[in-house]
């Protein structure tokens, strides 16, 4: 079955960067579109960054500039680099194969200002 683990969360500060890690399993990864995306306490999930199978990206406005995805097809990984994160970046980040419909349990990003 698909399994998605998100990794690499914790604690930083204001304008500090953090590379989470979405190890993938259970479906052709290669072959699927990957997104990040973000719950804050209180607010919807929203997407925040997207890869196509062929390495094409798109960005949250939020994000753009600040935040990286990419993907490596042999370890069936993608990341999400942050960069100058803001205290409102805080929240639970998931990814997601566009294929299927299963999530991870998340990785928790707390900015302090």
């Known amino acids: 079955q698909v399994q998605l683990v998100e990794s690499g969360g914790g604690l930083v500060q204001a304008g500090g960067s953090l590379r989470l890690s979405c190890a993938a399993s259970g479906f052709t990864f290669s072959s699927s579109g990957m997104g990040w995306y973000r719950q804050a306490p209180g607010k919807q999930r ?23 995805i990419s993907r490596n097809n042999v370890r069936n990984t993608v990341y999400l680099q942050m960069n100058s ?10 990814c997601k194969a566009f294929s299927g419909t299963s999530w991870g349990k998340g ?6 200002s």
């Open 46 to 68: 929203e997407l925040v960054a997207s890869i196509t199978s062929g390495g094409s990206t798109n960005y949250a406005d939020s994000v753009k500039g600040r935040f990286t």
């Open 107 to 112: 990785t928790l990003v707390t900015v302090s």
């Open 85 to 94: 994160l803001k205290p409102e970046d805080t929240a639970v980040y998931y």
